[in-house]
Every structure is written in structure tokens, then in C-alpha cells.
């Protein structure tokens, strides 16, 4: 059993491990266990003034750095290279990090798509070995920051604070004539 079973049993949350060898990528594990693509998180490593940091995003969005800056305080953030990874991480190839803060003892900064969600699927380690779990079940006993990392993330941030949208407030948009209008 990989440590990051072992860490999740000790932890007493319940996970779904999936397995898919072969796999390239941690969204062809989860496709091909058919659960959605979307669910798939990565994590990034960043160096800060302090040490490393971990970064939990959906699959396909790209970090911007400002809002990194932002949410951690520090203007002395840049991305772990593949040699830092492979020198402080070696049992896990490059993009397969899990999302465990403790475990790695790294402070995690989840971004604000990612705590909405559900449930996520993400590589324990290598991209052909994928782990499903409830995001509440994830993230309970890390410490965690949550904040917009993403453009994407920022810009639903962004409408949140102006108001509910017509599908948040269970509302549906139909065509047909106002008040004023008289019957046809």
C-alpha cells in the first residue's frame, strides 16, 4: 500500500482508489473509472520565503501569480522546478503530488473552485494511481486557506459578490411578454 493510503486510512476518511495502469495523466485515471474530468485537482508546488507551499487547483486552470501574492502575503513566491521537485519529493513524479498539506507538512492554499466542489479525483504519486474522496473529507483535518488562486476562480469570486446568479437563486429565464403587453 503507497504512504498516501496509508495516510488516508490513519486518517479515517473514506476514499475510493483508482487504479489505471498505463494512464499518462490523473483526468485519463478518472475518465477511465468514468467519473468526470472536472473532479480531477492538481496540486502545485510554489517556494516561498518560508519553504515550500501547496497549491490545489482543478485540472486544466492555470495559477496567476497575483492572486498567489495575494493570498499568501508574499511577493516572494515562484514555482518549484522539476529538479526541486524530483530532489524533495522523489517518490512522486512530477504533477502527481496529492493535495496533503500535513502529510507533506506544507502549508495548502485551496482555491475557490476546488472547495466547491463535491468531490475530487487526484494522483497519489503517479499519474496511474488516482484517489476519489468527498472534498469536505479531504480538506478536514488539513488547515487550509481558501481563496481565489485562478483568473477563472477570481472572476466567479467576482459575480458572487454582485449578486446571485438566475441559476444560484433557482430561478429559470423565460420568454414571454411583460405585464404591460396585451394578450395576443
Do not use: W
Not at 486552470?61 to 522539476?82: H, I, K, N, W
Amino acid at each position: 500500500m503507497s504512504p498516501v493510503m496509508e495516510y488516508l486510512q490513519g486518517r479515517g476518511v473514506p476514499f475510493l482508489v483508482l487504479p489505471q495502469p498505463g494512464a499518462v495523466t490523473v483526468e485519463e485515471t478518472a475518465g477511465r473509472h468514468g467519473f468526470p474530468r472536472d473532479e480531477v485537482v492538481v496540486t502545485v508546488v510554489i517556494t516561498t520565503r518560508y519553504g515550500h507551499a501547496l497549491l490545489v487547483v482543478g485540472s486544466g486552470r492555470e495559477v496567476d501569480e497575483p492572486l498567489v501574492v495575494s493570498a499568501l502575503g508574499d511577493a516572494d513566491v515562484r514555482m518549484a522546478g522539476e529538479r526541486d521537485l524530483l530532489r524533495n519529493y522523489p517518490e512522486y513524479e512530477p504533477g502527481s503530488l496529492p493535495p496533503l498539506g500535513l502529510f507533506f507538512q506544507a502549508p495548502m492554499y485551496v482555491d475557490t473552485d476546488v472547495a466547491r466542489r463535491d468531490a475530487v479525483v487526484f494522483a497519489a504519486g503517479r499519474p496511474s494511481l488516482g484517489i476519489r474522496m468527498l472534498t469536505k473529507d479531504l480538506f478536514r483535518d488539513d488547515p487550509v486557506v481558501i481563496a481565489p488562486l485562478t483568473l477563472e476562480s477570481a472572476d466567479d469570486e467576482q459575480r458572487r459578490r454582485e449578486g446571485l446568479t438566475v441559476e444560484e437563486a433557482g430561478l429559470a429565464v423565460t420568454e414571454g411578454r411583460s405585464q404591460d403587453e396585451p394578450a395576443g
